[in-house]
């Protein structure tokens, strides 16, 4: 296709870039996300892996399309952004996203009570925004009928959390979806443009 890239078997021409990856099971279909860099050909892996952050060489078989939001030229200042994340971030895993995000130190910042919690994708979403300095995708069109009630309920009881002080930020975003983005350089993009699109994304790789 298309614009979507084997990251480690198909050569993207690009001289610098970021990128939104993916990893596929055995079922080609999306579980993990991770933002994809090349620098002075150097490709890196920068994600969440549900307890470290890493930034390391790509070592993976991703699949990757390319995003416009960020120009080439800032490629060295977004993986020194990268760097202060690594250093100063402490995630924990969960499915909430409510427009949160990390500052130039790498600090994170959030109005909801929910705090640093977040999926490979949300950290992808706190990356984006931060650097950005605006939100990545619409995060409000996904709501907390995108993640069954069942989740919320164990997760607060497990972690001692207040349902009503966390619901507000349940919500989960797919790696397909965030995927299927990089495809839209308007932010913030929107579910609607997501999911004008994902069908051929899915179809894509499953026929790969």
């Known amino acids: 296709m298309f614009e979507i890239i084997n990251t480690l078997n198909e050569e993207d021409i ?3 870039y970021l990128a939104i990856g993916s990893l596929i099971n055995e079922n080609k279909e ?8 090349k620098y002075n050909s150097n490709l890196l892996q920068y ?22 939001t960020i120009h080439k030229d800032e490629i060295p200042a977004f993986i020194a952004y990268c760097n202060s994340i690594k250093k100063n971030a402490n995630p924990i895993y969960g499915y909430f996203y409510s427009g949160e995000y990390y500052d130039n130190n790498g600090e994170h910042f959030s109005e909801k009570a929910i705090g640093e919690r977040m999926t490979c994708v949300g950290f992808c979403l706190n990356v984006l925004k931060g650097f950005l300095e605006k939100d990545y995708l619409n995060y409000i069109d996904w709501d907390s009928s995108t993640q069954g009630n069942d ?7 497990k972690h001692n959390l207040d ?3 966390i619901q ?8 397909i979806e965030i995927l299927t983005s990089g495809f839209f350089y308007n932010i913030p993009i929107s579910k609607i443009e997501i999911d004008s699109k ?6 894509y790789l499953l026929n790969y």
């Open 168 to 175: 507000e930020s349940h919500r989960r975003i797919s790696p």
């Open 151 to 157: 989740y919320l309920l164990k997760y607060a009881e």
């Open 163 to 165: 349902v009503a002080t």
């Open 198 to 203: 994902v069908d051929e994304v899915k179809g």
């Open 14 to 16: 690009s001289e610098n």
């Open 47 to 68: 994600h969440y892996t549900g307890s470290d952050i890493e930034l390391s060489d790509v070592n993976f078989e991703y699949f990757h399309k390319r995003t416009k």
């Open 30 to 37: 999306p579980f993990h996300a991770a933002l994809i860099i």
